[in-house]
T-cell receptor, first 111, second 112 residues
Framework: GQQVMQIPQYQHVQEGEDFTTYCNSS?????IQWYKQRPGGHPVFLIQ?????EVKKQKRLTFQFGEAKKNSSLHITATQTTDVGTYFC???????????FGTGTRLKVLA | NAGVTQTPKFRILKIGQSMTLQCAQD?????MYWYRQDPGMGLKLIYY???????DKGEVPNGYNVSRSTTEDFPLRLELAAPSQTSVYFC???????????FGSGTRLTVV
């Protein structure tokens, strides 16, 4: 079945450093969503990418969809302690009504 | 609006017991989902519903049942609880099939 992998699994950065997580699939990605889950919390929707090569920004966060729709990435510029959490991508399963979530990248920011 | 409300927040079950996890949303969303998240892991889809009276299995449905008699409510039933069902359960809803999900705050279930 469809699998959505994220790398890295964990990342520790010093506050102020940049951070990037990548989302890859065994099949062509359809429609990517990104979520953030704070420790002990629930996932919160961040953004959706639909078109190949699409780039969207939210303040220090930049989201990108690969030209071939094989991967997606989330880049955080100058991390802050408030960025701590796990970032998940989710791919829409064509022909169904559901998203499959990636394995997640856990980010720790050291002050 | 309350969004997606899950009850209870915490529960400890003994092996073989049954329980129902409640999920309600007040956004008139047709699409609702149940996920489980094991410690340090990702989200696995248990069941989902595209509207009242319509449900379907996700990736890990064994040991669970659902019903959707109204648009607002989507309860998840655990029969004969097993330690492998120890997890955090999240309910989510969406207004359209490919819109972002709104998640509830979760139910932390321990089976001993």
């Amino acid at each position: 079945g469809q699998q959505v992998m994220q790398i890295p699994q964990y990342q520790h950065v010093q506050e102020g450093e940049d951070f990037t997580t990548y989302c890859n699939s065994s099949t062509t990605l359809s429609n990517i969503q990104w979520y953030k889950q704070r420790p002990g919390g629930h996932p919160v929707f961040l953004i959706q990418l639909v078109k190949s090569g699409e780039v969207k920004k939210q303040k220090r966060l930049t989201f990108q969809f690969g030209e071939a729709k094989k991967n997606s990435s989330l880049h955080i510029t100058a991390t802050q302690t408030t960025d701590v959490g796990t970032y998940f991508c989710a791919d829409f399963t064509s022909g169904t009504y559901k998203y499959i979530f990636g394995t997640g990248t856990r980010l720790k920011v050291l002050a | 609006n309350a969004g997606v409300t899950q009850t209870p927040k915490f529960r400890i079950l003994k092996i073989g017991q049954s329980m129902t996890l409640q999920c309600a949303q007040d956004m008139n969303h047709n699409y609702m989902y149940w996920y489980r998240q094991d410690p340090g892991m990702g989200l696995k889809l248990i069941y989902y519903s595209v509207g009242a009276g319509i449900t379907d299995k996700g990736e890990v449905p064994n040991g669970y049942n659902v019903s959707r008699s109204t648009t607002e409510d989507f309860p998840l039933r655990l029969e004969l609880a097993a330690p492998s069902q120890t997890s955090v359960y999240f309910c989510a809803s969406s207004g359209q099939v490919n819109y972002g999900y709104t998640f509830g705050s979760g139910t932390r279930l321990t089976v001993v």
